[in-house]
C-alpha cells in the first residue's frame, strides 16, 4: 500500500506556470505506475499524464500536451506534474495517484489506479 500526499498547487495567472508534486510513502513509487489527474466542478475526473515505474514512458492528455512534463525520482519517492502556459480550463483540483498493477496499458484510464491523493487546488484567473 502507498499514501500519496499533493501539493504545489495555488493561484496563477492565465499564462504562468506551476509545478505540481506528490510524495509517497509506504510501498516503494517505483512499484507503480504513477498518474495525475484532475477534476474541475460539474465535470469528471479527467486523465492529465502518466508515467512508468521506471520513467522511461509517459502519456499526456491531448489538453495538456506540449504544455507539461511529469517526472518522477523514485530513488526520493516523488512524482511531479511541470504545467506551463495555464489557462482557465487548468483550473481543477489536481490528484496523484497509483497503479499498483503497473500495466501501461491502461495508464490512461481513472479506474485502473488504486491509490489516490487528497488533491491540490489549481485555480488561474485570467
Known amino acids: 500500500q502507498v499514501q500519496l500526499v499533493e501539493s504545489g498547487g495555488g493561484l496563477v495567472q492565465a499564462g504562468g506556470s506551476l509545478r505540481l508534486s506528490c510524495a509517497a510513502s509506504g510501498r516503494t513509487s517505483s512499484s507503480y505506475t504513477m498518474g495525475w489527474f484532475r477534476q474541475a466542478p460539474g465535470k469528471e475526473r479527467e486523465f492529465v499524464a502518466a508515467i512508468s515505474r521506471s520513467g522511461r514512458s509517459t502519456s499526456y492528455a491531448d489538453s495538456v500536451e506540449g504544455r507539461a512534463t511529469i517526472s518522477r525520482d523514485n530513488a526520493k519517492n516523488t512524482v511531479d506534474l511541470q504545467l506551463n502556459s495555464l489557462n482557465a480550463e487548468d483550473t481543477a483540483v489536481y490528484y496523484c495517484?497509483?497503479?499498483?498493477?503497473?500495466?501501461?496499458?491502461?495508464?490512461?484510464?481513472?479506474?485502473?489506479?488504486?491509490?489516490w491523493g487528497q488533491g491540490t487546488q489549481v485555480t488561474v484567473s485570467s
Open positions: 495517484a497509483a497503479d499498483g498493477d503497473g500495466s501501461w496499458a491502461v495508464a490512461l484510464i481513472t479506474s485502473a489506479y488504486d491509490y
